[in-house]
Each structure stands twice: as C-alpha cells, then as structure tokens.
C-alpha cells in the first residue's frame, strides 16, 4: 500500500500512528493512514484486517479542573 521512502510503518507495527495521512475528515471524527489504519479522534483505530484497537487516551487527557 504504501510508496513512500522509506515506507511508513505498517499496520501491525507498534508505531503505526505515524504513518502518512491519505485522508482526513475531522469533521467526521475519523482519518485515514497510508497504511491502511482508520484512525478515530477519540484515538481508537481500525486496523485494514477489520480489528479495532480501543481508545488509548492518556488518563485524564481533557479534563480540567474547576476554579
């Protein structure tokens, strides 16, 4: 799938995240890597052989505190 050199990272590799975008839509909440990776903003993925990885968002990622 992917032409570039050197070749991103597959889909299986622990580093697939930084692959090249081929599509973006955040409007829709979702993109689309070069290695065929759909990757969602809440940080979940769907891998190209149809397995979902669960969002992985660091603990407490967004919460603010109150004054």
Not at 11 to 19: F, K, M, Q, Y
Not at 39 to 58: N, Q
């Amino acid at each position: 799938m992917c032409q570039h050199q050197p070749p991103c990272p597959s889909a299986v590799s622990a580093d697939r995240e930084s692959a090249r975008l081929v599509a973006h839509h955040p409007e829709q909440g979702w993109s689309l890597l070069c290695n065929g990776v759909v990757l969602f903003e809440d940080t979940g993925e769907l891998l190209p052989d149809g397995r979902v990885i669960a969002p992985h968002r660091p603990v407490g990622a967004g919460l603010t505190t109150a004054a």
